[in-house]
């Protein structure tokens, strides 16, 4: 059974730092391309960011660009999202999700993947 693990959320003043962690058991992390989405409160899922099986290609949201940083660790089953200059605009419950299709390019397509996370809540206050 794929299970993935959020961890990293919490409160955080505005122009802050936040890392998030999520953690893949039950199949091979390097056979898997990898997302981060997040859920504001009375909003629709959205994409956040995306990364490769491999961490060499990384795909990111307009709005994050240059804040938020994926990256990843085959070795220990772990995938990161470091998020910088972290606005009120960014609170949301973030989760990670996880495409079979390893080959695939990082992408935003939330259907595609297959697995997710149960959730971190990030709150940034003003």
């Known amino acids: 059974q794929v299970q993935l693990v959020e961890s990293g959320g919490g409160l955080v003043e505005a122009g802050g730092s936040l890392r998030l962690s999520c953690i893949v058991t039950g199949r091979p992390f390097s056979n898997l391309a990898m997302g981060w989405f997040r859920r504001a409160p009375g909003k629709d899922r959205e994409f956040v960011g995306a990364i490769s099986w491999s961490g060499d290609s990384t795909y990111y949201q307009n709005s994050v660009k240059g804040r938020f940083t994926i990256s990843r660790d085959n070795a220990k089953n772990t995938m990161y999202l470091q998020m910088n200059n972290l606005n009120p605009e960014d609170t949301a419950v973030y989760y990670c999700?996880?495409?079979?299709?390893?080959?695939?390019?990082?992408?935003?397509?939330?259907?595609?993947?297959?697995?997710w996370g149960q959730g971190t809540q990030v709150t940034v206050s003003s």
């Open positions: 999700a996880a495409d079979r299709e390893s080959i695939a390019s990082p992408h935003s397509n939330q259907y595609e993947y297959d697995y």
